[in-house]
């Protein structure tokens, strides 16, 4: 039994090295994050072929205002946002059986999505969180409450998931361009 613990420990210290390292920062989102969010996008475009950018009955605003304060937040804290973001999004395809989308597709997005999730935790566990994350991060939970809301409001109707599913599609794409932003950032 200690044996199974100790390579369970060694097994989490390895990730964590391999993850976040004092000379390189957190490797994993320099080098992987884009190609996986990338494959995440496309796997929720095919997942749900009527997805656009445009929400006819969604009442949510895409939270601009949220993204553009992050980016002036140092790099690590992009990560803990980055890392915060993705589990939202996560929360809101718990519920995802009844949305009109190709389900199988719509797992492999899923399991895009725990794999980001998983990295990201390793390279976020050696950052601190101001208040100002504080902030930003509340204000973004709120923003996929109001999500939850319009699926709930629309019954998890078809049209609602296609709404929703399409403002997933912007925090991606927004999130892939901190990534980029981030990854430059020496000191990350």
């Known amino acids: 039994m200690a044996v199974l613990r100790s390579r369970g420990a060694t097994s989490r210290l390895q990730a964590s090295s391999r993850c976040w390292s004092n000379v390189d920062g957190c490797t994993w989102m320099k080098s992987n994050f884009h190609i996986l969010n990338n494959r995440a996008i496309s796997h929720l475009q095919q997942a749900c072929d009527d997805v ?3 929400h006819v009955t969604l009442t949510v605003e895409f939270p601009s205002k949220l993204y553009s304060h992050v ?23 718990e519920k995802s059986e009844n949305a009109d989308c190709d389900q199988q597709k719509l797992q492999t997005f899923i399991l895009d999505l725990h794999r980001q999730i998983t990295e990201l935790e390793s390279c976020a566990t ?13 204000k973004m939970e ?7 809301s319009h699926l709930k409001n629309t019954d998890y109707s078809a049209a609602g998931w296609k709404d929703v599913a399409g403002l997933v599609l912007q925090h991606l794409y927004r999130l892939d361009l901190l990534a980029i932003s981030t990854k430059l950032d020496p000191s990350l």
């Not at 790099?75 to 809101?92: E, P």
């Open 52 to 54: 656009t950018h445009r």
């Open 71 to 93: 980016t002036q937040l140092k790099a690590k804290s992009h990560v803990v946002f980055i890392l915060r973001t993705l589990k939202n999004v996560m929360r809101l395809y």
């Open 126 to 138: 050696k950052v601190v969180i101001t208040e100002a994350n504080k902030k930003i991060m509340k």
């Open 142 to 148: 709120m923003h996929f409450k109001s999500l939850i």
